[in-house]
C-alpha cells in the first residue's frame, strides 16, 4: 500500500538556519503531496501541496517540490523562525478527494532556538 | 468564520466502555473525515462521510464506527474500549470532499485506563 517516510527527529536549529526535511513516498499511479504543521495543542494545518510532477509549493517561506523521478517532497525554507517549531507532516493522497483520506509520514518534530 | 469543532476535548474512560465523539464541521462543508494519531502508529485514516454516507474506511476493526447527520455533523463512537484506543482523534471538514479543502479540528484526546 501506500506509504510515507521522513525523518521523525527532533530537529534543532538556530534561528536563521537553513531547513530541509526530508521526505519520500510510496504509492502506485500519481498521488497529491502534502506538507501539514501541527503546533501544540492544536490540530493540523495545510502548509503547501502539489498535484503533478514538477510542481512546487509554497506557502510562509516554506517550498517543496514534487519530484517524481526521486518519488520526493522534501520541505525547505531559506531562515526558520523560533515561531517556526511545530510537527510537520507529511502526506500523499491517492487521488486527492477526502474519500481516500491521506496517509501520513510519522512527523517531524522542529525545534528553533534564538 | 468558525471553525471546525470537537467535542468534548478531553476524555477519560475505562476500558470496556464506549465511547462518542462530536464534530461540527464548518458552514457548508459536506464532507467529514476522521483520524487517530497515537505516538506509535502516527496518523491514521478512520473514515469519511459525504452528505450523510460513508464513503471510505481505514483499517480499523468494527468497534469504530461513525454516522454523518443531515446537518453534517459527525459523531464518531467506539465501543469496547481498549488501551490502545488512547489517543488525539482529530475530524477534518471540506465543502468538495478534496483533501486540499480540509480544515482540521483541534482533536479530541481520548485516554482509556
Known amino acids: 500500500g501506500d506509504s510515507v517516510t521522513q525523518m521523525e527527529g527532533p530537529v534543532t536549529l538556530s534561528e536563521e538556519a537553513f531547513l530541509t526535511i526530508n521526505c519520500t513516498y510510496t504509492a502506485t499511479g500519481y498521488p497529491s503531496l502534502f506538507w501539514y504543521v501541527q503546533y501544540p495543542g492544536e490540530g493540523l494545518q495545510l502548509l503547501l501541496k502539489?498535484?503533478?510532477?514538477?510542481d512546487k509549493g509554497s506557502n510562509k517561506g516554506f517550498e517543496a517540490t514534487y519530484r517524481k523521478e526521486t518519488t520526493s517532497f522534501h520541505l525547505e525554507k531559506g531562515s526558520v523562525q523560533v515561531s517556526d517549531s511545530a510537527v510537520y507532516f507529511c502526506?500523499?493522497?491517492?487521488?486527492?478527494?477526502?474519500?481516500?483520506?491521506?496517509?501520513f509520514g510519522k512527523g517531524t518534530h522542529l525545534i528553533i532556538q534564538p | 468564520k468558525a471553525g471546525v469543532t470537537q467535542t468534548p476535548r478531553y476524555l477519560i474512560k475505562t476500558r470496556g466502555q464506549q465511547v462518542t465523539l462530536s464534530c461540527s464541521p464548518i458552514s457548508g462543508h459536506r464532507s467529514v473525515s476522521w483520524y487517530q494519531q497515537t505516538p506509535g502508529q502516527g496518523l491514521q485514516f478512520l473514515f469519511e462521510y459525504f452528505s450523510e454516507t460513508q464513503r471510505n474506511k481505514g483499517n480499523f476493526p468494527g468497534r469504530f464506527s461513525g454516522r454523518q447527520f443531515s446537518n453534517s455533523r459527525s459523531e464518531m463512537n467506539v465501543s469496547t474500549l481498549e488501551l490502545g484506543d488512547s489517543a488525539l482523534y482529530l475530524c477534518a471538514s471540506s465543502r468538495s470532499g478534496a483533501v486540499y479543502e480540509q480544515y482540521f479540528g483541534p482533536g479530541t484526546r481520548l485516554t482509556v485506563t
Open positions: 502539489a498535484t503533478k510532477a514538477d
Open positions: 502526506a500523499l493522497s491517492a487521488t486527492g478527494g477526502g474519500a481516500d483520506g491521506l496517509t
